[in-house]
């Protein structure tokens, strides 16, 4: 039979609030550099892996901001959001002089998308976004580094991609793929990966600027700092371009938070009302 001391512990102890380092979306980052002034210091050195070259685990999100009205303009972001959307993933080619080198074909379909809204668009329909749309959606991505892989979680729709970055040649015959095959090699503290191996018609934004399956990428990856990633996407579809063409992207990392999940056809609406307009 408990003592009676022992029971008013108990009681106390359960009536006590749950601190709030028990939700992980308050919960703090470990070994983040600081100021002397207890501020996070995002130009600190990056750190490194044991083998010297750059770590560039974390969570990050678009730091390429876009213009309060280019925001309003697509509809469902509104001046003042926490979670920007990039002004390259409401329109890829904002990051490319002269837009992008559509050839004909190619270019009145991008045309007729853009014309009709993007109802259209793949990601209000719930289907996955390859890596390069990724970039600049409003969604916090998790990259955990460890030896031969760069492994790229997305909190949208629970989506992954995996950078190998052991040796391993490209496939030869894919099966095509959302996001592709991708392999890496290190230039230095860059992180050069080529990818191939796309599904046809991959929407790279809004507007519904796209690639296809023959398409060939290659990412030059930094982490300057400790607070952000560049990105250099280079793309090479010459069914669909007239050359090669190439857009800046920056991550900046995201702290004392976690991945949540975001599933978009979880009582998805949005579609059947979007039809016909």
């Not at 329109?91 to 002269?98: F, L, R, S």
């Not at 109802?119 to 030896?147: E, M, N, W």
């Not at 860059?190 to 023959?214: A, K, M, P, Q």
Request: glycine share 8%; net charge negative; charged share 25%.
């Amino acid at each position: 039979m408990p003592s009676r001391r022992f029971v008013a512990v108990l009681i106390v102890c359960l009536l006590l609030p749950v601190p709030m380092m028990a939700q992980w979306l308050k919960y703090p980052t470990a070994h983040v550099p600081r100021t002397r002034d207890g501020v996070p210091d995002l130009t600190a050195p990056a750190p490194r892996a044991a083998d010297g070259t750059p770590d560039f685990s974390g969570m990050w999100l678009t730091a390429d901001a876009a213009p309060c009205a280019q925001r309003t303009s697509v509809g469902f972001l509104t001046c003042g959001s926490e979670l920007p959307m990039s002004r390259f993933g409401i329109e890829i080619g904002a990051g490319v002089a002269g837009g992008l080198p559509y050839r004909p074909a190619a270019a009145a379909l991008a045309r007729k998308r853009k014309a009709d809204l993007s109802k259209d668009d793949p990601h209000a329909r719930c289907l996955p976004d390859t890596f390069i749309r990724s970039y600049g959606l409003p969604h916090i991505q998790k990259y955990v580094h460890v030896p031969g892989l760069l492994v790229m979680l997305d909190e949208d729709k629970a989506n992954y991609r995996q950078v190998f970055t052991d040796g391993r040649a490209l496939p030869e015959d894919p099966t095509p793929a959302w996001n592709g095959y991708s392999s890496g090699r290190w230039d230095g503290d860059t992180l050069v990966v080529d990818s191939i191996g796309f599904r046809d018609d991959l929407w790279l934004d809004t507007h519904g600027d796209f690639i296809d399956g023959s398409a060939k990428v290659r990412e030059r990856i930094r982490r300057p700092d400790f607070g952000h990633l560049t990105i250099a996407v280079t793309v090479d579809d010459p069914s669909v371009y007239t050359g090669a063409w190439t857009v800046n992207l920056t991550q900046h990392i995201v702290l004392d938070t976690e991945l949540v999940d975001e599933i978009c056809l979880e009582n998805e609406k949005s579609v059947q009302r979007m039809r016909g307009k």
